[in-house]
């Protein structure tokens, strides 16, 4: 009858002990699924960095660039066309006919 009491006393023991290691197994499994979710999001935001960078580099910059040489070609333009109005040639001038053309539809093909 001692046995059975040993046997039950060391059944007890491993029972708690092996509660014991599940719930710190548990928080440890808990920890690591928290730094997983960490590394993840800081993964995340390394590919939102890269792709931010690429867009720039690939299309907002070289966007950018011909916009400003429209820019600056519309401004010449515009310049051109005041111009006329000083030019002593201005009712003999050939390219304000050409453009009177072309904004009446009348342009060359």
Not at 60 to 77: A, H, I, Y
Not at 88 to 98: N, Y
Request: include cysteine.
């Amino acid at each position: 009858m001692v046995q059975i009491e040993w046997t039950s006393v060391i059944l007890g023991v491993m029972t708690l002990l092996g509660g014991c290691g599940w719930v710190i197994d548990r928080k440890k499994h808990k920890q690591e699924l928290e730094a997983l979710k960490a590394d993840v999001k800081q993964k995340e935001l390394d590919l939102s960095t890269d792709f931010v960078q690429k867009f720039r580099e690939l299309i907002s910059d070289p966007l950018e660039g011909e916009v400003e040489k429209l820019r600056n070609e519309v401004k010449e333009l515009r310049d051109a066309i005041e111009g006329i109005y000083d030019c002593p040639f201005r009712d003999d001038c050939p390219v304000r006919e050409r453009m009177q053309r072309k904004s009446r539809g009348d342009g060359e093909k």
